[in-house]
């Protein structure tokens, strides 16, 4: 099945300060969703992403698609206590999805 | 939450017996998912349903089995339950055939002793 590579795994920041996260496959993606997990909560679902080289925004938050449509990013852009969880990206061929890793972010305040 | 509701929330269970997770949702959706979390590993998918009895393998299917026989309800069983499936386990909707999103139940989390 497809290979999602995220990283880094863990992401240590003070508040106000940016974070980024990184998706990465060997081989081109149809599509990227990217995911926000609390601590003891479930995913929940963030945005999509489908055309090479896309960029979305949603407030603090900018999710790119790469050109070749082989990587994808989330950044946030000064962190607040909020925004601790686990960000995964994921992406879908056929009826099935293939999670990466995650990105466990924590934010000093 | 797109009116998901897994049971049991938690469960303890001991090696070698049976155990039935529920996945129950009350909109109608077609596509549903049950998913496994470990740390290290993000999520993986189980199995997954595209419709009454109409079921399909993920890629860590062994020693899962799943059921279909209402729209509603996702029936996840382990036949016999060993300790590497302790995990928190998620049930997932995706809204509409061709969509990318999906959107996840509370989850159970089962330890097996």
């Known amino acids: 099945g497809q290979q999602v590579m995220q990283i880094p795994q863990y992401q240590h920041v003070q508040e106000g300060e940016d974070f980024t996260t990184y998706c990465n496959s060997s081989?081109?993606?149809?599509?990227i969703q990217w995911y926000k997990q609390r601590p003891g909560g479930h995913p929940v679902f963030l945005i999509q992403l489908v055309k090479s080289g896309e960029v979305k925004k949603q407030k603090r938050l900018t999710f790119q698609f790469g050109e070749a449509k082989k990587n994808s990013s989330l950044h946030i852009t000064a962190t607040q206590t909020t925004d601790v969880g686990t960000y995964f990206c994921?992406?879908?061929?056929?009826?099935?999805?293939?999670f990466g890793t995650g990105t466990s972010l924590t934010v000093i305040p | 939450d797109a009116g998901i509701t897994q049971s049991p929330r938690h469960k303890v269970t001991e090696t070698g017996t049976p155990v039935t997770l529920r996945c129950h949702q009350t909109?109608?959706?077609?596509?549903m998912y049950w998913y496994r979390q470990d740390p290290g590993h993000g999520l993986r998918l189980i199995h997954y349903?595209?419709?009454?009895?109409?079921?399909d393998k993920g890629e860590v299917s062994d020693g899962y089995s799943v059921s279909r026989s209402k729209t509603e309800d996702f029936l996840l069983t382990l036949e016999s339950a060993t300790s590497s499936q302790t995990s928190v386990y998620f049930c997932a909707i995706t809204p509409a055939s061709g969509s990318y999103e999906q959107y996840f139940g509370p989850g159970t989390r089962l330890t097996v002793t």
């Open positions: 349903s595209y419709g009454v009895k109409d079921t």
């Open positions: 994921a992406e879908n061929t056929g009826n099935q999805f293939y």
């Open positions: 909109e109608n959706h077609r596509y």
């Open positions: 081989t081109t993606l149809s599509n």
